[in-house]
C-alpha cells in the first residue's frame, strides 16, 4: 500500500507574524519558514504505519514555490520516499489543492491520503474535506489515533466532548489532529540518504487543473491589541461595576 | 541540491532535537553539575557525533564544515556541546593518521554509540600550551607500553571509553629534533582503569564542564594502540587542535547568536519609563555592535573550515576564527547580562549560566595571548616572543 502525504510550507509556528503595512497579507519577507506542524504528524503517522509493515511506499506532495522542495526534503529526511512539488508560485485555494491532489491520487493509486487537519496559515481546514468530497471516498478527520485492519482503517476523531471512533473503508482520507503523535527529528544518515531520493517538479497544468482564486482578500489586519483592565477597591465595587457595564 | 541546503536541513534537524533539551534541564545539571547523558545519546543516536566518519565505518563522511554547523546549531539553541565535542575534533586524528586496522575496529562502534571517544588528554600541570614539556612517558615493554604521569583538564573523562593520550617516547636529549619524541596513543580506558593504572579525579569548576585529572601509574597499553608512527604524536595532534579550534570558534559563534537573540528580544519586549528599553540607543546599539562583531566571526569560521577541508595546515585561519569568535561570543555575553539588567542573573532566563559557560572559550583550548603570538610570529615573521 501507498501513502500520499501532503506538506504544506508555511511560516514557522515559533515566528511571530508581522501583516503588510496596506493589509494585503501577513509579511513573509526574510521569515523563518516550515513544514505545517499538522503536515509533520501526518508524515510521522505514515512512518509509523510503514515501519509497522502496513505501507510499502510513502509519497510526500507539496504545491507551492521553488521554495517548498526544502519542505519535502524534510519530509525525505523524516523517512518519506519520494515526494512531488507541484510548483506555482501563484496563491492556491484549498479547492484547487484538492484538485491537484485528487490527479496525483489518481495517478498513484495510494490506500491512504494522511493530511494535517489545516494549515496553521491560513487556517482553513479544508483540502482533507474538498480532496475526500471529490474523490467520493470516505474521510476521518481530526485523527487521534490510526490503526490499518486489513482494507480498512480505524479513525478515533477528537470532536466536542470527547472521541468518535470511525472505520473507514480505503483508499480513505484521514486529517491529523494533533494528539495524534510526536514527529521525530530527522537524523543526519537520514538528511544524507534524503539527498538521492526521487523529487519530482510538475505544474498545476501538468494536470489541468486552473489555480485562480475563487476568493478575493479585501484586508488582513492585526488582532486588536488587549486594553489594560481596571482595579476596583473591593467586591462591592466590582459588582457595581459589572453592573454598570451591563454584565450582572 | 547545493551545500547550503543541505546544511539548512542539518541546522533544522539539529534545532528540532534541541527542542527537547529546553533551559530547564541544562539548569538542572547545571546545578548537580550532571554530565548531560540523555542529550549526548540524542545526539549520537541522530548521527550527529558521527558526522565526520566515513560512511563505510557508519557514519556520513561529512566535512569539518558540516560539523561546525552542527555544533554551532546546539549552541545557538541554548543547549551546550561541550559535553561532546571532543568527539568530532578528536575523531579528526583517528582518521588522518589511524592504521585502517584501528579504524576498521573503532570508528564503527564509535558511530553506533557504543564506544565513547571524548577524552584528549595533552595539558599537565606543569606543561600547557608549551605541549613539548610534557612529563608523562611511555615506555616500550615488549608487546606493551607502560605509561606514568599525569594529566589535568581531561575534560569528559569519567565519561569515555577512549582517550586519545599524548606522551613522550624518547627523552627530549636523545630525539632527533626538538618536536620529536612524542607519540599518540589511543587508551582503552576502560580496560585501564578496571587493571588499576588509571585513576580519575573531579575538578570542579565555575561551570558545569565534566573536566578532570588523570593519573597514570604503570599502565599498560597494547603496542597496538600506537596511533601512526612513534615519536610523530606532536605534529599529528597539531592538525587535530586546528579542527578542536575551528569547532569550538563555530560554537563561539553559536553562543553569541543566542546571546543576540535573547537581548534583542528581550529588549523588544521589556518595558521601562512606557517603552520598550530597545528603543533607547544605549541599548541597541550594543546588540548591533555584538551582531555585526559575531557575524564578522562566522565568516571566519566557514573561511578557516573550507581551507582545513582542503587539506593543507590551516593553522593561520584555524587560530584567527577561534579569536575573532570567542571574543565576539564573550562581548556578546556581557551585552546579555547588561541588556537583562537583575534578570540576567536570575538563574531561570539562562543568560548567567550561558554567560559562565561562554567565558571559557577565550583561555580553552588555547588562551587569546597564545593566538597572537602565533598570528605574531608565523603569519607576521616578528620575533617569537616566548
Known amino acids: 500500500m501507498k501513502i500520499l502525504v501532503p506538506v504544506k510550507r508555511v511560516i514557522d509556528y515559533n515566528v511571530k507574524p508581522r501583516v503588510k503595512a496596506d493589509g494585503s497579507g501577513v509579511d513573509l519577507a526574510n521569515v523563518k519558514m516550515s513544514m505545517n506542524p499538522f503536515d509533520e504528524i501526518a508524515v510521522e503517522e505514515a512512518i509509523r504505519i510503514k515501519e509497522a509493515g502496513k505501507a510499502d511506499e510513502i509519497i510526500a506532495v507539496s504545491v507551492g514555490p521553488a521554495k517548498a522542495q526544502e519542505t519535502l526534503r524534510t519530509a525525505l529526511a523524516m523517512g518519506a520516499d519520494r515526494a512531488i512539488l507541484v510548483e506555482t508560485d501563484d496563491t492556491v485555494e484549498p479547492l484547487a489543492v484538492a484538485k491537484i491532489l485528487k490527479a496525483i491520487a489518481d495517478e498513484e493509486q495510494p490506500g491512504l491520503i494522511m493530511l494535517g487537519k489545516q494549515a496553521i496559515d491560513d487556517d482553513s481546514n479544508q483540502t482533507g474535506q474538498m480532496l475526500a468530497a471529490l474523490m467520493g471516498r470516505p474521510q476521518g478527520t481530526f485523527a487521534n489515533t490510526v490503526e490499518i485492519d486489513g482494507g480498512s482503517v480505524i479513525v478515533k476523531r477528537e470532536i466536542d466532548g470527547g472521541l468518535e471512533t470511525v472505520k473507514l473503508t480505503m483508499p480513505a482520507i484521514v486529517t491529523t489532529d494533533l494528539r495524534l503523535n510526536e514527529p521525530r527529528y530527522a537524523s543526519l544518515p537520514n538528511i544524507m540518504k534524503a539527498k538521492k531520493k526521487q523529487l519530482d517538479v510538475k505544474s498545476p497544468a501538468d494536470f489541468g487543473v486552473d489555480t485562480a482564486p475563487r476568493l478575493t482578500t479585501t484586508n488582513v489586519s492585526e488582532p486588536p491589541v488587549r486594553q489594560a483592565g481596571e482595579k476596583v477597591a473591593d467586591v462591592d465595587a466590582m459588582v457595581a461595576k459589572l453592573k454598570a457595564l451591563g454584565i450582572a | ?386
Open chain 2, 1 to 386: 541540491m547545493t551545500e547550503n541546503e543541505d546544511v539548512t536541513e542539518i541546522r533544522r534537524a539539529v534545532r528540532a532535537l534541541c527542542e527537547e533539551f529546553p533551559g530547564e534541564y541544562w539548569r538542572a545539571k547545571d546545578r548537580a553539575r550532571d554530565y548531560p547523558a540523555e542529550f549526548v545519546d540524542a545526539l549520537t543516536k541522530a548521527g550527529f557525533l558521527a558526522a565526520l566518519i566515513p560512511e563505510e565505518f557508519g557514519g556520513s563522511g561529512l566535512k569539518l564544515d558540516a560539523a561546525a554547523v552542527i555544533m554551532e546549531e546546539i549552541q545557538a539553541s541554548g543547549c551546550n556541546g561541550g559535553a561532546a565535542h571532543a568527539q568530532m575534533y578528536i575523531m579528526n586524528t583517528l582518521l588522518r593518521y589511524g592504521s585502517d586496522a584501528q579504524k576498521a575496529e573503532y570508528l564503527p562502534r564509535i558511530a553506533s554509540g557504543e564506544l565513547r571517544l571524548q577524552a584528549f588528554g595533552v595539558s599537565e600541570p606543569a606543561s600547557g600550551t608549551d605541549t613539548l614539556s610534557l612529563r608523562t612517558v611511555a615506555v616500550r615493554d615488549g608487546d606493551d607500553y607502560i605509561v606514568n604521569g599525569q594529566k589535568i583538564w581531561t575534560s569528559r573523562a569519567e565519561h569515555s571509553d577512549l582517550m586519545l593520550l599524548l606522551a613522550r617516547t624518547t627523552p627530549p636529549e636523545e630525539a632527533a629534533s626538538k618536536t620529536e619524541g612524542l607519540s599518540i596513543f589511543l587508551v582503552d580506558m576502560r580496560e585501564a582503569r578496571d587493571a588499576g593504572g588509571m585513576s580519575i579525579k573531579p575538578i570542579r569548576t565555575m561551570m558545569n564542564h565534566s573536566t578532570t585529572e588523570v593519573f597514570f601509574d604503570a599502565m599498560r597499553i597494547p603496542a597496538s594502540s600506537l596511533i601512526g608512527e612513534e615519536g610523530k604524536g606532536f605534529r599529528y595532534i597539531l592538525s587535530g587542535m586546528n579542527a578542536e579550534r575551528i569547532l569550538i570558534a563555530a560554537e563561539c559563534v553559536g553562543d553569541a547568536k543566542w546571546f543576540i537573540e535573547k537581548a534583542a528580544a528581550y529588549a523588544k519586549d521589556r518595558t521601562v519609563f512606557a517603552r520598550p528599553i530597545g528603543q533607547n540607543q544605549g541599548v541597541q546599539f550594543p546588540i548591533a555592535r555584538c551582531y555585526a562583531q559575531m557575524r564578522a566571526a562566522e565568516l571566519m569560521v566557514h573561511h578557516a573550515a573550507a581551507a582545513y577541508d582542503q587539506g593543507g595546515n590551516a593553522g593561520e585561519e584555524a587560530n584567527m576564527a577561534k579569536l575573532l569568535a570567542s571574543e565576539a561570543s564573550w562581548a556578546a555575553a556581557d551585552m546579555c547580562v547588561q541588556t537583562f539588567g537583575g534578570f540576567g542573573f536570575a538563574e531561570e532566563y539562562d543568560v548567567e549560566r550561558k554567560f559562565r559557560e561562554a567565558r571559557l572559550y577565550t583561555v580553552a583550548p588555547i588562551s587569546t595571548n597564545l593566538i597572537l603570538s602565533y598570528l605574531a610570529e608565523h603569519v607576521l615573521g616578528l620575533p617569537r616572543s616566548y
